[in-house]
């Protein structure tokens, strides 16, 4: 039987996310448009409700201290966080899913205190010369003695600004692999938890981005930083592994943001129809605007639609890469559609900062680029095709 219903726990998640949101963070849009950044003291009072109402560290397993949600809740809470501007959604921290593979001192050191909400926790796969080339990254750490020693440089990194430490990609050597018929040298990628507090790191200022303002993105530099053995996560060599095992469901919170914002977007290009009047009747009377409605109505049904199938598949434990590749491509992609047409639908006003329509607009363009570009996705999605019949 397929059901498509809601548990009673889960219609609650989603209405106590929904009542935050709307009246303890969308309130705080405008100034955060207009400022590009978070006033300290609103990020911490929204983390301390976050974790009254349980949303901090949801995503992770309750014998660590998170919440221990399924994948099916986690995606709906997502989605309710992701009507309100990025930087605000993220004041109910949901560490990094990798995080849940800690073991032993790492738990104590790292984990543990994430959950608390006394650490905070970045990324840091993406180099200067190395985006979706992941193997193609110069950052390099190299065993001498009984630690690692890293140097290189991470670009793009989000909300470093703002965290405690990463989760750090680097390559720890190469090797040679069988690719259908020739034999290619690539790196050997492993994952390290670096503090920022280590000697030898550094959180430069990173670049002024047109999408998610205030959320701040950084550069970050290892010159000879000397890091415990034990920080390594998982067996030298595994990164690469790590990153397609954790980054699945990564992808599904970024298309369950781009849902909420789309549905935000038809909301008011909906309600714009049904009231703006030009050549004496309602815009929405004409084919031109109330055509788009439904195409857009349609778009958002579907999109919801991958988003529950994704996460039931993760919860059932068989879901695939190019499960959750198609639904970020597909919902970062209608959103940037919807945002547009959104836009169109109202008009010059739009693009106006008094309607939140031109930021949704602005902050879709990063959706498709970020956790892997939509031509990555298409890369995943058509290989998992090609690769079994042998191209
Ligand atoms: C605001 C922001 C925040 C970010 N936050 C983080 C973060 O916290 N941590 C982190 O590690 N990274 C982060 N990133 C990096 C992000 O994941 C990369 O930007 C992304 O992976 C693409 O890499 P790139 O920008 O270097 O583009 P490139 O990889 O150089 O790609 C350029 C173009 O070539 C295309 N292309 C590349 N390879 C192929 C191929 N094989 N086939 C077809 N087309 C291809 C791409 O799709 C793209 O269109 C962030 C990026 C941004 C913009």
Redesign the pocket.
């Known amino acids: 039987m397929i059901d498509f219903s809601l548990t009673d726990e889960q219609q609650m998640l989603v209405e106590m996310t929904h009542e935050f949101v709307e009246k303890e963070m969308l309130p705080h849009e405008e100034t955060l448009e207009r400022t590009d950044a978070l006033p300290p003291d609103l990020a911490t009072s929204l983390k301390k409700r976050s974790m009254e109402l349980g949303l901090h560290a949801c995503n992770l397993p309750e014998d660590v201290g998170g919440g221990g949600l399924d994948a099916v809740s986690v995606m709906l809470i997502e989605k309710e966080l992701g009507r309100t501007s990025l930087a605000l959604a993220e004041c109910a921290h949901r560490p990094l899913n990798i995080l849940a593979s800690c073991e032993g001192e790492q738990v104590i050191q790292f984990l543990e205190p994430t959950v608390r909400g006394e650490k905070r926790d970045?990324?840091?796969?993406?180099e200067p010369g190395?985006?979706?080339?992941l193997r193609g990254m110069k950052c390099k750490a190299e065993r001498v003695g009984d630690d690692w020693l890293i140097n290189g440089e991470?670009h793009?990194?989000?909300?470093?600004s703002v965290s405690d430490y990463c989760v750090l990609?680097a390559a720890t050597g190469t090797e040679v692999f069988e690719d259908q018929t020739v034999s290619v040298p690539k790196k050997r990628i492993s994952a390290f938890l670096v503090d920022f507090s280590d000697p030898g790191v550094e959180v430069a200022p990173g670049y002024k981005?047109v999408?998610?303002r205030g959320?701040t993105?950084n550069i970050l530099r290892f010159d000879n930083a000397r890091i415990p053995q034990w920080r390594i996560m998982g067996p030298e060599g595994d990164g690469f592994r790590q990153v397609n095992q954790w980054l699945g469901p990564t992808r599904l919170t970024v298309a369950a943001t781009c849902v909420a914002r789309a549905e935000r977007a038809f909301e008011i290009a909906l309600n714009y129809a049904s009231t703006r009047e030009q050549f004496g009747q309602k815009i929405g009377k004409y084919q031109g605007i109330s055509f788009p409605l439904a195409d857009m109505a349609t778009e958002i049904k579907m999109a919801n639609l991958m988003l529950l199938e994704t996460a039931w598949k993760i919860d059932q434990g068989n879901v695939t890469p190019e499960d959750c590749a198609m639904t970020k491509l597909f919902c970062t992609e209608m959103l940037s559609r919807i945002a547009d047409q959104a836009l169109q639908t109202v008009g010059g006003m739009g693009l106006m900062e008094d309607l939140p329509l031109e930021r949704i607009w602005r902050d879709a363009r990063?959706e498709r680029?970020?956790?892997?570009?939509?031509?990555?996705q298409?890369?995943i999605i058509s290989r998992g095709m090609l690769r079994p019949l042998g191209s």
Not at 122 to 126: G, R, S
Not at 130 to 133: H, L, N, W
């Open positions: 970045c990324i840091a796969m993406t190395a985006g979706s080339d991470k793009f990194i989000s909300q470093a990609f981005n999408s998610h959320y993105n990063v680029i970020w956790d892997g570009t939509s031509e990555i298409r890369h």
